[in-house]
C-alpha cells in the first residue's frame, strides 16, 4: 500500500513569508503527527491531530499551525518564517494514537529552506 | 518529562563487524513503548523495532537484536554482521501508551565502510 506522502519534497522561502506544508497519511489511518528536525535541535514533537482534532502539540510558538481534514490528510502552516525555522518536517501516520503496535509510519519529509 | 540519550554521535565500523547502538532514558512512566528507527539519506524514518516496557524479553530479528534493560533504563541495539546498507543515522525513541507522540534521541550516525 502507498506510503505516506508529503508535498511539496523542498521549498525555499524568505524570511516573513509563510509556507503550507502538506501529509497524505497511509490509507486507513486517522492519526497524523507533525515532527521538525533541525541539526541544533534534533527531532522534536510539533503536533498530533486525530480524526481532526489537534490531541497534543509540542513546544513551538503559535506561528506554526496545522489542521487536518475529514479524509485525515493533514497540512502544517508556518507564519512569518524566520531562519531558524529551516529543517527537514517529517509526517507519520498511524491507524490511531493508541493501536497496540505503537508504530508510527513516516513520510520522506517536505525540507524548507528559508533565506 | 520523558528523556533519550544516545552518547555515541557517530560510529564508524567495518563490514561485516558487529556494532551496538546504545540508549537511555527517562521516564516517570509505568508503561511506554521504545523504539528504533533508521534515517537513510532519503529522509524517511524507518520502523526497525519495538518494546513494551512490560516485556523484557530480548529478541533477535535477522540481523538485528536488542538488549531492554529496565532496571538501568537502557535500551541497546545491535547489527550483527553490518552491511554498507546499514549506514544511516539511528535513533531511539520513547512514547507513552497513549497518543502518537515520541521523544528522541539525538540519533547516531553509522558509517559501515566496505
Known amino acids: 500500500k502507498a506510503g505516506v506522502t508529503q508535498t511539496p519534497r523542498y521549498l525555499i522561502k524568505t524570511r516573513g513569508q509563510q509556507v503550507t506544508l502538506s501529509c497524505s497519511p497511509i490509507?486507513?489511518?486517522?492519526?497524523v503527527s507533525w515532527y521538525q528536525q533541525t541539526p541544533g535541535q534534533g527531532l522534536q514533537f510539533l503536533f498530533e491531530?486525530?480524526?481532526?482534532?489537534?490531541?497534543n502539540k509540542g513546544n513551538f510558538p503559535g506561528r506554526f499551525s496545522g489542521r487536518q481534514f475529514s479524509n485525515s490528510r493533514s497540512e502544517m502552516n508556518v507564519s512569518t518564517l524566520e531562519l531558524g525555522d529551516s529543517a527537514l518536517y517529517l509526517c507519520?501516520?498511524?491507524?490511531?494514537?493508541?493501536?497496540?503496535?505503537?508504530?508510527?509510519?513516516f513520510g520522506e519529509g517536505s525540507r524548507l529552506t528559508v533565506l | 518529562a520523558q528523556k533519550v540519550t544516545q552518547a555515541q554521535t557517530e560510529i564508524s565500523v567495518v563490514e561485516k563487524e558487529d556494532v551496538t547502538l546504545d540508549c537511555v532514558y527517562e521516564?516517570?512512566?509505568?508503561?511506554?513503548?521504545l523504539f528504533w528507527y533508521k534515517q537513510p539519506p532519503s529522509g524517511e524514518l524507518v520502523f526497525l523495532i519495538r518494546?513494551?516496557?512490560?516485556?523484557?524479553q530480548n529478541e533477535i530479528s535477522g540481523r538485528y537484536s536488542w538488549n531492554f534493560q529496565k532496571s538501568t533504563s537502557s535500551f541497546n541495539f545491535t547489527i550483527t554482521a553490518s552491511q554498507v546498507v546499514d549506514s544511516a543515522v539511528y535513533f531511539c525513541?520513547?512514547?507513552?501508551?497513549?497518543?502518537?507522540?515520541?521523544?528522541f534521541g539525538e540519533g547516531t550516525q553509522l558509517t559501515v565502510n566496505p
Open positions: 491531530y486525530f480524526s481532526e482534532t489537534q490531541r
Open positions: 521516564t516517570r512512566d509505568t508503561t511506554y513503548y
Open positions: 525513541a520513547l512514547r507513552k501508551t497513549s497518543g502518537s507522540r515520541l521523544t
Open positions: 507519520a501516520s498511524s491507524l490511531t494514537p493508541w493501536e497496540v503496535t505503537g508504530e508510527l509510519f
Open positions: 518494546r513494551n516496557s512490560f516485556d523484557e
Open positions: 490509507s486507513g489511518h486517522r492519526s
